[in-house]
């Protein structure tokens, strides 16, 4: 079970992350608009388009990293932050340090990815 101040430590991180990962998906949004209009040559086009692929792959990611921080929030909210929920054990707090948005202890993730491993043939 995690301490009052480990979880106000965890929360403000979690906080800070939304917030900066928000402000670069508005950024992008308006360089989206910005850009739409701009390229009259099909060269320049292109290299447009493909920039704008790679922004919105990455914009995807972080948008899944968002919904991760969210129910991280949650978790803290509810007092269920840094239990696995595959065994309940704590989860130990220097992964928690390097991964906030985790559910799953260093165990127990070893376990689901070696599943996965032997699933997909890798």
């Known amino acids: 079970m995690l301490s ?15 917030e900066e990962l928000q402000r670069m998906a508005d950024g992008t949004v308006s360089e989206l608009r910005q850009f739409s209009a701009q390229c009259a040559d099909p060269i320049d086009r292109s290299a447009l ?16 990293l968002i919904r991760k921080i969210k129910a991280a929030l949650r978790r ?7 239990e696995c929920e595959m065994c309940g054990e704590d989860i130990n707090l220097a ?11 260093i165990r127990c993730k070893t376990k689901l990815e070696s599943r996965e491993k032997i699933v997909s043939g890798f």
């Open 95 to 105: 992964r928690l340090r390097a991964r906030p948005v985790t559910t799953f202890c």
């Open 49 to 64: 388009d493909a920039d704008r692929s790679f922004t919105l792959r990455i914009r995807d990611r972080e948008s899944r």
């Open 4 to 18: 009052t101040e480990d979880q106000a430590y965890f929360k403000a991180l979690l906080i800070g992350q939304l």
């Open 76 to 82: 803290i909210e509810d007092g269920e932050f840094g």
